[in-house]
């Protein structure tokens, strides 16, 4: 036995029987709160007293037998100390007569009291004369009150005897505090009367116990203190949490934090069952509000006052249970709403639910007592339901949501009632499933076409059809909604009109020909949330209309980006929260920076919704924004995170749940394998068939242009050049052909110049660059470098530095690197072999550090054939100052213009052209060779200077920061190139 933290109640305990055993009798309370020990120590101390040679005389009353007259006066008359007729005589209650009644009488008005007491007493007496005697008495304040009087005028009687009485009780008081208060009354002012208090363990008793029950385990104080503050020094608790670290630990070799499981649940439930009825209600009705977190109601739901309850509150601290008035651990509120019968439980939650919701508390609190219950009857059930489910979406909850709209539906009593609970959840299931999410919806699709449905549901309707119905469904959504023209309110207009300016970005094949009845109609001032007529009002139109997001991106992609565009992405960014609501209007913003040029500002916020995203578990979400983190990825020319960003969008979703929408995520991890050269020739997984319609959404012609390029790729020329020119042919027909979103013409044009085609390559290529404005610098610089391809070769370098000089500030590695190797190659055409051998050095280098392998090898080969041809002529032997110096001394300028050129002073020109000479063994200017000239570059009249020469390209970092989608942002540090 662990006996802890109690020596001084048994040394004070031990000198009251030496009192005993000398002829002086007195009685003792042992008192401390519910399971703090008290019967432990008085089952020790008569252990000690019978070694000591008294009598024992041992009862426990109990809750159950308080109605049971002289049940605890039976216990102490055992058979063994009394014979069977003397045991008989004193619990034979008399029937009539006896002494008269008295005021003082505390528990009776008739004789009984008095007259068993006296009979008591001298049996006990009787018994004494031969031997000491102690009576011991556990749970006084459940005793009987026969016999808990006989007690009290033993107590008055024993001063003089070799008696000893020894009770407990529980402090503070439980439900019997008016016994208590009876027994202690006539005793408080006997001298022979004492207390003898049982505290809580303190912290290094607690220690201490935890030593000895884990055999001799040195605890830590810090360990020791957790499980002090969960056991709340109750030794009870301390012995059931040790009891849960038993089932699991083995061998242990320490303490570790204290783990509530079964045995503590039980623990708690057994000292509040212990503690008394009002005890037990109590802990009750607190297990139950603890699942809303409505304490603050417990008063009301118990019908007591306040003061009252703060009392019993109190009580339960000093026991253990609660601290602050607030259990300890969930554990210990859940075993004791497990203790209750099924039926008791639920109408326990039925009585909360109806105090919040009457208080006015919010739904969801309200809800948890619901469900709880499992009872939707009640008249507030449906819309506190409702309520709550869209509370607990707007904080990730997605569990709690399913919950309330499973018993919602139970609830309903008509059509109208269920169409909302099964729209709500579709955007429930639309976080993680998609696929599933439009599956709930197909019972609606057949009352939509039967007319059964409100206008307003038939928005709402479209508006989850968006990303996942079929263009069968979203047609039949729309054909029905231009028949409620007349019956749609502003707001619910408003949002239709925000769908089709979605569907027309996105699905431009569905509307084509086509015209809404609702153009008239003005969208509403107010902000409305989401993309589909959301928080996606950024900017507004010149008469003051509040302009839609997806509106601003079918701008950019049929007419450009204007300057309001990228300010109106950036404002929705900052100012919508990424919700169910707001998400579209979100994703739709982060497209808009892509298409207007602009990844190097759409990269930061895509990387903050992405972890956002991933903080609150929302899988369709992570999909769609890793799927715009691959496009920014390939236009920013990061191959490698291009294809894990694209590899993670595919993961998280499944083909079904994807819809047309996995022709982005497709389409960049095609573009960037195709860099890489680690593309399989049909390029789709074997498990993924694309849907029939992606092919009528922009999401398709990205899938027909990153095809084309992949077979482009692998020198399948027709085939590569019917993906583009179909490509091509969408685009000019839904009037969305800008080569910022779509560049399909550089690569068509490749596959016409290898085809031999170079009439239509040179269309294509004026086309594009025609397309392009200067605020768009990747997509002028690959326009200009498709320009180059089909240019005189005397205008190619000039294209090309230009083109480099826009890659680079554009952030594109892969399409500067392209530049680079193109311009390498007309430097090699012209006899440059220096100047290609830099630049194709340079370009190799972006190459090689961006996983290129196709264009790295090029570039290598490129390189050793200029190194070949440069050995030829001796130019190898120049360094980098002295070639630039010998290249523009053939061109024909002066030593000062030179200078003035390259900043450095006339000795510096002449010091390097010495060294040319000398290396290239020529006496002067006549004998430097004509390939060190740029090509492009006119030999220079004597006198007169030309324009700078190639300046230095920055390629910037591309990034703020991690990226996003399972890897590296791009490089922090710029590096320099030269486009010599």
Not at 38 to 66: M, N, P, Y
Not at 74 to 96: C, D, K, N
Not at 298 to 313: H, K, N, Y
Not at 401 to 412: H, T, V
């Amino acid at each position: 036995m662990v006996f802890v933290e109690r020596e001084n109640q048994l040394t004070r305990l031990r000198e009251l029987l030496a009192d005993c055993l000398g002829g002086r009798g007195s009685v003792v309370a042992i008192s401390g709160p519910v399971a703090a020990g008290k019967t432990e120590l008085l089952h020790v101390f008569g252990e000690i007293a019978a070694d000591e040679g008294a009598v024992v005389l041992h009862a426990a009353a109990r809750c159950s037998e308080q109605d049971v007259p002289l049940g605890v006066v039976g216990q102490l008359f055992g058979r063994e100390h009394f014979a069977p007729e003397e045991r008989a005589r004193v619990l034979r209650l008399p029937r009539g007569g006896g002494a008269a009644t008295c005021d003082a009488d505390l528990l009776s008005a008739g004789p009984t009291p008095s007259l068993a007491g006296q009979t008591h007493w001298e049996s006990i007496r009787a018994l004494s004369e031969r031997e000491p005697v102690v009576v011991a008495v556990d749970d006084l304040h459940f005793a009987d009150p026969a016999s808990l009087n006989s007690l009290i005028h033993m107590g008055g009687l024993l001063r003089a005897s070799r008696v000893l009485i020894v009770v407990t009780e529980s402090d503070p008081p439980t439900d019997g505090d008016a016994t208590e208060r009876a027994w202690r009354t006539p005793l408080l002012r006997q001298r022979h009367f004492s207390r003898v208090r049982v505290r809580p363990l303190s912290l290094p008793a607690t220690g201490r116990m935890l030593a000895e029950l884990s055999g001799g385990i040195l605890v830590p104080d810090a360990t020791a203190a957790s499980w002090h503050r969960l056991s709340g020094g109750n030794p009870l608790l301390l012995r059931a949490l040790a009891e849960d670290w038993y089932e699991g630990a083995g061998s242990p070799a320490a303490v570790p934090e204290p783990r509530a499981g079964a045995e503590f649940g039980r623990a708690v439930d057994a000292c509040v069952r212990r503690a008394g009825r009002r005890f037990r209600d109590a802990a009750r009705a607190l297990a139950a509000l603890d699942a809303s977190g409505s304490h603050h109601r417990l008063a009301r739901l118990l019908g007591l006052p306040q003061s009252e309850v703060a009392e019993t509150l109190g009580a339960m601290d000093a026991i253990g249970v609660l601290d602050g008035g607030r259990y300890r651990h969930p554990a210990a509120g859940a075993a004791v709403l497990a203790g209750m019968p099924a039926a008791d439980r639920s109408a326990l939650h039925r009585e909360a639910a109806r105090l919040l919701h009457g208080a006015g508390d919010p739904a969801s609190a309200v809800a948890v007592h619901l469900l709880a219950a499992g009872d939707g009857d009640e008249p507030f059930a449906l819309p506190v339901l409702l309520e709550a489910a869209r509370e607990a979406l707007r904080r990730d909850d997605t569990g709690f949501a399913e919950a309330c709209l499973d018993l919602a539906a139970q609830a309903c009593t008509d059509e109208e009632q269920r169409v909302t609970v099964t729209l709500l959840r579709s955007l429930v299931d639309s976080r993680s499933d998609p696929d599933t999410a439009c599956r709930r919806l197909r019972p609606l699709l057949d009352a939509l076409r039967e007319g059964r449905l409100t206008g307003c549901q038939s928005v709402s309707l479209l508006g989850r059809l968006l990303r996942n119905g079929s263009g069968e469904e979203i047609t039949l959504a729309l054909g029905r909604l231009e028949r409620f023209a007349d019956t749609l309110d502003e707001g619910s207009a408003g949002e239709y009109l925000a769908a089709r300016e979605w569907l027309r970005a996105s699905h431009p094949a569905l509307l084509r020909g086509t015209d809404s009845r609702f153009r008239s109609v003005r969208p509403p001032a107010r902000n409305v949330r989401g993309a589909r007529g959301g928080r996606a009002e950024a900017a507004r139109t010149p008469d003051g209309t509040p302009r839609p997001i997806a509106a601003v991106l079918n701008g950019v992609l049929r007419s450009g980006p204007d300057q309001d565009s990228v300010r109106s992405a950036e404002l929705v960014l900052q100012s919508t929260p990424l919700d169910d609501e707001g998400f579209d209007a979100l994703h739709l913003a982060l497209s808009v920076l892509v298409y207007a040029d602009r990844p190097d500002l759409a990269v930061g916020w895509c990387d903050a919704l992405l972890r956002e995203a991933a903080e609150r578990d929302a899988p369709a979400w992570q999909a769609l924004f890793a799927a715009v983190r691959a496009e920014i990825a390939v236009r920013q020319g990061d191959a490698r995170l291009a294809q894990r960003s694209a590899r993670r969008a595919m993961s998280l979703m499944s083909t079904g749940s994807w819809g047309v929408l996995i022709g982005s995520p497709l389409s960049s991890l095609l573009l960037a394998a195709s860099a890489t050269g680690t593309v399989p020739e049909t390029g789709v997984p074997r498990t993924w068939t694309l849907p029939e319609q992606l092919f009528q959404t922009r999401f398709g012609v990205q899938y027909l242009h990153a095809r084309g390029r992949q077979r482009l790729s692998l020198d399948l020329l027709h085939a590569a050049l019917d993906d583009l020119v179909r490509c091509g042919r969408l685009l000019r027909e839904w009037d969305i052909d800008r080569p910022a979103f779509v560049p399909w013409r550089s690569d068509a044009v490749t596959a016409l110049l290898r085809l031999g085609r170079t009439d239509e390559a040179r269309r294509l290529a004026s086309e594009q660059l025609a397309l392009v404005s200067p605020e768009q610098p990747r997509a002028r610089g690959m326009a200009l470098r498709t320009v180059a391809a089909v240019s005189d070769p005397r205008r190619r370098a000039v294209l090309l530095r230009e083109s480099a000089d826009l890659l680079g500030a554009a952030g594109d590695r892969l399409e500067l690197a392209r530049a680079l190797a193109d311009l390498s190659a007309v430097h090699t055409r012209a006899g440059q072999t220096g100047r290609a051998r830099m630049v194709a050095r340079q370009a190799r280098e972006i190459a090689e550090e961006g996983g290129f392998a196709p264009l790295a090898r090029q570039l290598a080969a490129q390189e050793s054939r200029a190194v070949k041809d440069e050995s030829d002529t001796g130019v190898t032997l120049l360094s980098g100052s002295e070639s630039q110096v010998a290249a523009l001394a053939v061109a024909g300028h002066s030593n000062r213009e030179i200078a003035e050129k390259l900043f450095i002073t006339v000795s510096t020109v002449e010091q390097h052209l010495t060294h040319a000479y000398r290396k290239l063994r020529v006496k002067g200017r006549a004998g430097l060779p004509s390939s060190l000239r740029e090509p492009g570059r006119p030999e220079q009249p004597a006198g007169r200077p030309t324009g700078g020469r190639a300046s230095e390209h920055t390629r910037p970092a591309g990034g703020q920061g991690a990226a996003g989608a399972g890897g590296t942002g791009s490089p922090s540090s710029p590096r320099s190139v030269s486009a010599s």
